[in-house]
């Protein structure tokens, strides 16, 4: 019974001992199959059972880390794919790679590919927040040497092994074991990422290919941050200035509106673009100009504080909008003493593709709430004042206000529409005969008009200013001057005339350093007798240097046309100062023809570049002649040609030919 009761109890006990951890460890089985792999299973027995359970542990350890690891890799796998920020993409690693790398301390830095700077040094050691440092540090060359070898693996080190001048800047870590991961993005070193071992802690084995594996994601999200990053800033900067653009303005003022309506506060948009910019890129070319925008955009950045937003809306346009107006007592002295101060700045000498010179902008303002309620109104009321600003002289700046809208709105849509007139065949020319002392029709001159799909017939006085302006009337010019020499062509072809036809240059035209080239294109192009064309030229031209102006017209000359000097008296030129001009016609300004019955200085202004021009040999051409009392005084006087309404109007092509037409049957008739 006795032996019986032993064996039952032995049996008991040797059953219990193989039991109870065989249990726990099925229990422990199943949970690792729930996916918890934080329980361990504790056996304390000194025999096979512990060392079971103790490799069951690191098993479980193990798949822990490595589900760990997958889940992190998934997780920066989610960020590469939705394609998150850098700075998304460095927090990941920052709070996920500590617990599955078992390191106690991670550090991600910055490299500058050119200069091996490293900054932005983002550290976090276990327990504690995560510590920025942006104070560049060089690395030396063996360093950079050391990662460049090492990039498809890790490099560990130590405080006075590998890169133990940077793993100084973690402070005092000499028992400390440390794995280095660069990190190669699109063939440059972009980035590192450090991990810190604390003694006796070992650095665990699987440490080191999961690290190099992180090391390849990160560089994989890395470069797809720094592409969509890049893409970002093609589409949101302007890539010469580095201003934001017009979809970053939307974008902002919106915010900025949304703002300002909850706070109940103003805000003002500013238009501003650059005076005579066309000029300088016409004159000094593209480099020039480009140049000019840089400097430009950078005062105009400097004028501002950081919180306001200037914008390169395109060519020599910007924007600027004003914020946080409500912190001053007075926010429209504050607006006004902003725009004084961005004219101000500009009025320095600014030295442009070696040249010194001076700039000036004209400035429109417009403000929220007053002057509109949304975005885009806002703008377009600036740019109306800015309009404004350059009618009235330019260099100087306007707030909006309701009245002037109306026609710099009308403005603004004829400089848009004029932009497309040539393409869309809506220019026409004019001719307006020249007739001698007989009357008889033996020249004529092209004026532009344009044939407005709504508005009818356009005057040249309203939009050739504007062409000046824009620049199209190089565009415009160049287009009159072959269509009057096809035409002139055309006329001699069916022997028609001969009429000699003047054509318009403006002194915008005149200035360009092509202008003679293309002269000389048309007159061959279009096999015209150049002896038949006039070019007529106003006093504006020779402002600015007059030896330059006097050698182009020596050359226009040379191309055998004849040059004219169009509403004489009306500029500044002196009559000495003609005599210089190598030029073959004087036009007297209508103006003076107007007032030739009313008043006795016109008469004697007139007789007197009468008598000049005759002097000099040059021929006379009065213009703007209406009625017979006019045309009676200035045939006494001895001009020669006469141009008025009075004996026609500009008219076109079709009909100047049947005028030619008559007169010509005229000739023959009295002849006969
Ligand atoms: P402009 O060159 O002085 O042309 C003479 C202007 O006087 C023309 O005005 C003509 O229609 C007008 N006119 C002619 N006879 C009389 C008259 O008896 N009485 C009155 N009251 N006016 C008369 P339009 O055609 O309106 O041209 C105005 C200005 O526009 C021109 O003045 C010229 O400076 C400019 N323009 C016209 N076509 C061109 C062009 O193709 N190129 C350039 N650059 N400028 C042009
Ligand atoms: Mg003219
Ligand atoms: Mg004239």
Redesign the pocket.
Known sequence: MLTVLIVAYLSTKLITKYLTPLERLKAATIRIADGDFSSRVNIDSRDEFEALADSFNEMTRRLRSQFDILSTMAEIDRHILSSLNADDIIETALSRLPSILFCDLISIAKIDPETYHVSDIHTRRTGQDTEIKTGPIKLNMQDVLDLLALQNDVIETSTDGKLSAYLQIFGDMDSWRFLIIPIVVNGTLSSMICLGYQAPNPIPPESRSAARNFGDRIAVALSNAAWEEKLYQQAHYDSLTGLPNRLVLNDRLAQELARAKRDGTQLAVFFIDLDRFKTVNDSLGHTAGDELLTLVSRIFVNCVRETDLVVRIGGDEFVIVITDLHNHHNPMSLVSSIAEKILASLNQTLVVAGHPMTFSASLGIAVFPSDADNAQDLLKNADAAMYHAKDEGRANFRFYSPELNAAALENIKLEQELRGAIAREELRVYY?PKVDLNRRIVGA????RWQHAEMGII???KF?PLAEQTGL?VE??QW?LEQTCLWVKACHDRGLGPVRVS????GI?FKRPELVDKVAEILSKTGVNPHFIEL?LTESVAIGDPKTCIERMHDLKSLGLSLSM??FGTGFSSLSYLKELPLDVLKID?SFVRHLESEESSRAIVKSILALANGLGMETVA????NDAQFEFLEQHQCHLF????FS??IPAEDFLKLLEVDSVKESLSKH
């Not at 001159?445 to 532009?448: D, F, N, Q, R, T």
């Not at 213009?623 to 209406?626: A, K, Q, T």
Request: glycine share 10%.
């Open positions: 307006q001159e092209a004026l532009v005057s040249p006085a050739i009337i415009i010019g009159v054509v318009n240059l403006s035209e007529e169009d509403d209508q213009e703007g002649i209406e141009q008025g309404f009075l109007r500009p």
